[in-house]
Every structure is written in C-alpha cells, then in structure tokens.
C-alpha cells in the first residue's frame, strides 16, 4: 500500500529547514513504512503535515508541532502497530 507524507510549509516564512528536519525524523522512523515523502512549497504562513491527502497537522490550528506528536500522528495513519519507543513513552 502507497503511504505518502506532504509536508507543506511557507517559503516566505523561510520554513524550509524546519520542514527538511521534519521529514528526516519521519523519514528516519517510517523508513519501510512510508513510500513517498514530499515537501511542498507554499506561502501565507503555511505550515501542513498530509498523510495520504489527510491533514493530520496544521500550523494555523495546533501550532508548530513537536516531532514526537507528529510522529503519533502519522504512526496511527501508516503503521498503528508501531512502536516509537521514548516518543511513546513521553506520552504517557
């Protein structure tokens, strides 16, 4: 099954490197999991985190996310069995 991640940020904001850092963490954590992850420039403060066209994070209504959150996130989507080991721990 394709599991794509867009992240999409906001280039005058200058959010590349925040949004290239993301998509390591979860690159890095859902590396047999995920088949595509995309970043997507965009503008107006844009700052999104898509799981196969789902919006599973936005700036504009939960501020900037931690990656342990956004990790979750995604896990529940590609991967519900997974652990995430301290990630899941500092949830607790």
């Not at 999409?8 to 963490?25: F, K, S």
């Not at 936005?58 to 990656?67: A, S």
């Amino acid at each position: 099954m394709i599991q794509r991640v867009q992240i999409e940020y906001c280039t005058q904001c200058r959010w590349l490197p925040r949004a290239a850092w993301l998509a390591q963490e979860l690159l890095t954590t859902f590396e047999t999991e995920l088949t595509e992850l995309s970043l997507k420039p965009g503008t107006g403060g844009v700052f999104v985190v898509r799981v196969n066209d789902e919006v599973v994070w936005d700036r504009r209504e939960q501020g900037f996310p931690e990656p342990t959150a956004v990790k979750r996130a995604v896990r529940d989507r590609v991967a519900p069995g997974k652990s995430l080991g301290h990630s899941d721990r500092a949830a607790e």
